[in-house]
């Protein structure tokens, strides 16, 4: 038995059977992790003692028979996701020695549900990015090809996923932050409807719009980790009231009856040819089994990029004004009175692109610029959500590549931070209408790198996405 090619619910099987212990199995991953991290450098933090004594405890429920699906099954956690006792960095120097005294709605689920916490995972600094390179740990490497990126911001718990280092993963996702990099790793990565899972404990980047969700390896692992980590939770405010299916219910073959809807605006001039073909190959696929095509319009997409880096950078902006040496975290010793330690602070702890987002954000903020930038951005963003409203009349799911190209080369773009913001163009008008999303493999590239395929469907509609994703995931030609 090769215990890294297992998945969660392989694993959840096997545990039943006894045929392998989650020591064994927790083992051979902290083994892999040991000799492959240093090179992809996925991982932040590896929590190799608390991993082995959440197996022994996982192993003592499965001998008792109180075994849940995640017993006893190694996960990665983004690493601005707030775990007790952990630190959690958000890949920034001004976070490097945080350590949470509380764990995240999501992350204390997870332990409610005996699974193992393998380590933190490397991601850009404060999810802010689309590459990974934005890390002050370092960049992320693709397994597929090291030369390339991995995406971002979640690119640790993709690459993570994808190199057999975990089971599986917990990510976030912004603008694109789980679905790009699940994309370039070919694994599965889901971006559930804003509300449908806390983000207590989530570390703030832009509040309207981050939403945790799971990477996986194939589309049954997601349906389980999501409904694992979903639900109401009164200690977020954002958190909505509203039943959690059980999503494996969804998990079957046949899309009869199922309208596709295929928006123009996402097949454009820029889109690699590859993207094109593997994408609209399988969606002629879903058509032969059952599936009815509509074309549709969403007409405000091409606003999507510049409302969303008004807005993302703006709810930035006001999130890390919390970070200025005063209550945790980096505190500047350079300074003589409070003004130049906080300024000290700030401009040592934040990288690059956080700052230049800061700025952005605190300038479209400003007296005088406010009504010109910001509120225009949010009236955009109205009409962006009317249109898939419209959209969501037409069809059941929307089918769409999720990103122009396969995985870019590590530096290809990093002195170019607008070609790299045009790196999220199908992803980003997702999150600014609260809509869920997933990203599926589809196909290969003649580099041999992976190609993915995007499905939307209307709020807390994910047993559509998961459907439509199973049934891809059975008939694509990716492997």
């Not at 038995?1 to 020591?23: C, F, G, Q, T």
């Not at 490097?96 to 490397?122: C, H, I, S």
């Not at 095509?293 to 008004?310: F, G, K, N, R």
């Not at 089918?399 to 530096?411: D, E, H, L, W």
Request: with cysteine; glycine share 8%; aromatic share 8%.
């Amino acid at each position: 038995m090769n215990i890294l090619e297992l998945s969660i619910h392989d694993l959840a099987e096997v545990y039943s059977r006894k045929e392998v212990s989650p020591v064994e199995v927790t083992k051979t991953y902290l083994k892999a992790i040991e000799d492959l991290n240093p090179k992809l450098n996925a991982y932040i933090t590896v929590t190799e003692d608390l991993a082995l004594e959440q197996a022994q405890a996982a192993e003592k429920t499965i001998m008792a028979g109180n075994q849940s699906t995640l017993t006893g099954v190694p996960l990665a956690i983004k690493d601005l996701i707030c775990t007790k006792g952990i630190a959690t960095t958000c890949a920034s120097k001004i976070l490097t020695d945080f350590v949470p005294p509380f764990d995240g709605t999501v992350t204390a689920k997870l332990r409610e549900n005996g699974a193992v916490f393998l380590g933190k995972a490397n991601m850009d600094e404060f999810a802010m990015g689309s590459s990974n390179e934005h890390s002050a740990f370092g960049p992320v490497l693709n397994p597929w090809d090291e030369s390339r990126v991995p995406g971002g911001s979640s690119g640790g718990s993709a690459a993570a996923c994808a190199a057999k280092l975990c089971a599986g993963a917990l990510g976030s996702d912004t603008g694109g932050s789980i679905r790009q990099p699940a994309g370039y790793c070919g694994v599965v990565g889901l971006k559930p409807t804003y509300g449908r899972v806390s983000r207590f404990g989530l570390v703030a980047f832009a509040s309207s719009l981050d939403q945790i969700g799971p990477i996986t390896r194939n589309v049954t692992d997601a349906a389980l980790l999501l409904g694992a980590v979903a639900g109401y939770d009164p200690a977020d405010s954002t958190s909505a009231h509203q039943p959690v299916p059980d999503y494996m219910e969804s998990l079957t073959r046949g899309l009869s009856g199922l309208k596709i809807g295929v928006p123009k605006e996402y097949f454009i001039d820029g889109l690699d040819a590859e993207v094109e073909k593997a994408v609209s190959q399988t969606i002629k696929n879903m058509e032969d089994e059952g599936a009815e095509l509509v074309e549709i319009s969403l007409p405000h997409t091409e606003y999507a990029v510049a409302a969303y880096y008004i807005i993302a950078p703006a709810e930035a902006s006001s999130n890390l004004a919390r970070y200025d040496g005063v209550k945790y975290g980096l505190r500047s010793e350079e300074s003589s009175d409070l003004m130049e330690m906080y300024l000290s602070t700030r401009s040592n702890g934040f990288g690059p692109e956080v700052t230049r987002r800061i700025m952005i954000g605190t300038y479209v903020l400003s007296a005088g610029y406010y009504d010109a930038y910001y509120k225009k951005a949010t009236q955009v963003r109205s009409l962006i959500r009317r249109d898939f409203d419209e959209a969501f009349k037409k069809c059941d799911i929307i089918a769409c590549p999720v990103t122009p190209s396969t995985a870019f080369k590590i530096g290809e773009k990093i002195d170019d931070p607008l070609n790299m913001y045009l790196s999220d163009i199908f992803t980003l008008a997702i999150n600014l209408a609260g809509i869920p999303g997933i990203s599926v493999p589809c196909g290969l590239s003649q580099d041999k790198l992976p190609i993915g395929i995007q499905f939307l469907s209307d709020h807390f509609r994910e047993d559509l996405l998961l459907k439509a994703a199973y049934n891809t995931e059975q008939i694509s030609e990716f492997s």
